[in-house]
Structure formats: C-alpha cells, structure tokens
C-alpha cells in the first residue's frame, strides 16, 4: 500500500510554456499532498502544502501565481508551472499522506528541463 | 542554527558493517521524525518512523531517539553495496502540520 505515482516522468519544454505535473495516490485517498523541488545537490524543498477541495498554502519565496496547484479530489493533485523558465528546471515531487498519519509517501518525481 | 542537521559525508563502510546515521534538530517540542533513503536521480523512499524515545526495529535498520539530547539516528546492519544512497532525515515542527523539514542527507558509501 501507499503508492503514489507522478506523470510525467521527465518533460522538456521551451522557455515561455506551461507544464503540468499530475500526482495520483494509487491505493488510499490522500486529504493533503505535498509539492517539493530539488535541485542537484540540494535537499528537497517544500514549495507547497495542497489541501483537497481548498486552496494551497504556499511556502515563503514560492510564487502561487506562477506555481499553480490544484487538489480536487481525495486521489489527484496537479502543479502547473506557468510561463517556465531555465532556472525553473529541477526535480519535482510530490507526497502524500495517508489519513490519520503523519508518514508521507512520494511520488518518483517529475525531472522539468526548459529550454 | 538549522532545524535539522545532518553531516553531508560522504560516510564510508565496508561490507558488512554497522553504518550510524545521525540527525540533530532545533525544535525540542517536534514529536515525529523520520528517516527515507534517496537514491541518485530518484525519489525519497520511507525507511522508518519513530516518535518514541529509545530504538526502533525494522529489519536491518534501527532508528534511535533521544528527546533530551535532540538527536535521532539510524543503524544499518550488515551493510550492503546497494544501502549506499543519500540517508534524509525529517522531522514535523511544533506548530508545522503535516509539513515535513529535511535535513541535507547524508550520503553513505558500502565498500566491497
């Protein structure tokens, strides 16, 4: 159990355009997911906190106009990165909880490269 | 001071020995506390728990917490050349939710 899944897996694009990322929990409904970046060498940074049915809490320094997160359902949420640009080119994950505990579960991340 | 620390390494072992993992963290009312293994170019893999003091078991791998020191480890036994990974320790802050805070890892080489 607690399988979550990310699609794509890797995706380039070209500067200006806009990606979205999709994460699923496969076996359990997850109330909150969890949107991290990592870039090479560094640890995972939280960007955003997704709540199901609510609007995302964004971390300090995360712009929500340009990171897009939707939650809308107990099984999916989706990060759009808008407007992408080279520095935006990182590893992307997300997690999941499964209700009732604090133990997060992630995806295999996304690689974004932009061009 | 970060909220949790951790040598970066690289930590080198031989084979079959015992690899001791350690993490401090700043936040003396933090509750939780986890430990995940990341492969290169891959994706954090929970390893274990633990929100009680003393040791925790779970195959080859034992994760210690001392609340009055602030500090929480992890054992692994009879190492193997396929342990050697980047070992996150994280832990939830007072007040954090859910949200998860990592230390930078330490990276852990299995030597033949």
């Known amino acids: 159990g607690a399988v979550v899944s990310q699609h794509p897996s890797r995706v380039i694009c070209k500067s200006g355009t806009s990606v979205k990322i999709e994460c699923r929990s496969l076996d359990f409904q997850a109330t909150t997911m969890f949107w991290y970046r990592q870039f090479p060498k560094q640890s995972l940074m939280l960007m955003a906190t997704?709540?199901?049915?609510?609007?995302?809490?964004?971390e300090q320094g995360v712009e929500k106009d340009k990171f897009l997160i939707n939650h809308a359902s107990l099984t999916l949420s989706t990060l759009t990165v808008t407007s992408a640009h080279p520095e935006d080119s990182s590893f992307y994950i997300c997690?999941?909880?499964?209700?009732?505990?604090?133990?997060?579960?992630f995806g295999p991340g996304t690689r974004l490269t932009v061009l | 001071q970060k909220e949790v620390e951790q040598n970066s390494g690289p930590l080198s072992v031989p084979e079959g020995a015992i690899a001791s993992l350690n993490c401090t963290y700043s936040d003396r009312g933090s509750q939780s506390f986890f430990w995940y293994r990341q492969y290169s170019g891959k994706s954090p893999e929970l390893i274990m728990s633990i929100y009680s003091n003393g040791d925790k078991e779970d195959g080859r791998f034992t994760a210690q917490l001392n609340k009055a020191s602030q500090y929480v480890s992890l054992l692994i036994r009879d190492s193997q050349p396929s342990d050697s990974a980047t070992y996150l320790c994280a832990v939830i802050l007072t007040g954090g939710g859910n949200k998860l805070t990592f230390g930078t890892g330490t990276q852990l080489k299995v030597e033949l």
């Open positions: 997704s709540n199901e049915g609510s609007k995302a809490t964004y």
């Open positions: 997690s999941a909880g499964r209700g009732g505990g604090d133990e997060q579960f």
